[in-house]
């Protein structure tokens, strides 16, 4: 992507002829190039405190996932994702796959299918709001506090497989 963003903008203004009164038109067009702001996640702080029983240890392994996230707030970590992540950290792959885990249990992200995942768009958003919007609302509490997808795919639970 380019690192310059082209704004155009035009300018009318009206110029007044002294001596007969007649008003004319001027319309002048400017381009700017500005910088982009470079790629972002959005947290959300309302639902943040259901974070806090989550070690701090995991807060590196999360913030290699969001790098990972789509726009759609979804992530794939098949085995070569972990394994990626596990270099990138330092850590065991078996680490993250605890992690992700934890962060399964906790709903910080969901399940959609083996390996494929969405992270909590309460939690975190990628894009725009309105795109962001769209993807909480698959997604409402249960009584017991529990997040469950409403979506057209049924969440596959843990029960169900084995990564090996």
């Keep these: 992507m380019d690192s310059k963003k082209r704004i155009s903008q035009e300018i009318t203004s009206q110029v007044v002829d002294n001596e007969t009164g007649e008003i004319s038109k001027e319309v002048k067009h ?3 190039f500005v ?3 470079p790629d972002y996640v959005k947290l959300y702080i309302s639902d943040i ?6 070690p701090k240890s995991s807060n590196d392994i ?3 996932m969001l790098k990972r ?3 759609n707030n979804d992530i794939a970590l098949f085995a070569p994702v972990k394994r990626e992540i596990a270099k990138e950290l ?9 992690a992700i885990e934890l962060f399964v249990k906790k709903s910080i992200i969901l399940r959609k299918d ?3 995942y969405i992270i909590n768009p309460y939690f975190f958003g990628r894009g725009k709001w309105e795109d962001i919007k769209k993807v909480r609302l698959q997604i409402e509490y249960s009584k017991g506090g ?3 997808l409403k979506t057209e795919f049924v969440p596959v639970e843990r029960k169900e497989y084995e990564e090996v």
């Design 49 to 54: 405190f259901r974070l806090t029983d989550v």
């Design 30 to 32: 400017q381009i700017a």
């Design 114 to 116: 083996r390996g494929l």
């Design 146 to 148: 529990r997040m469950i």
């Design 35 to 37: 910088e982009r702001e």
């Design 62 to 64: 999360m913030l290699a």
């Design 90 to 98: 330092g850590l065991k792959e078996v680490t993250i796959s605890k």
């Design 69 to 71: 996230m789509t726009y």
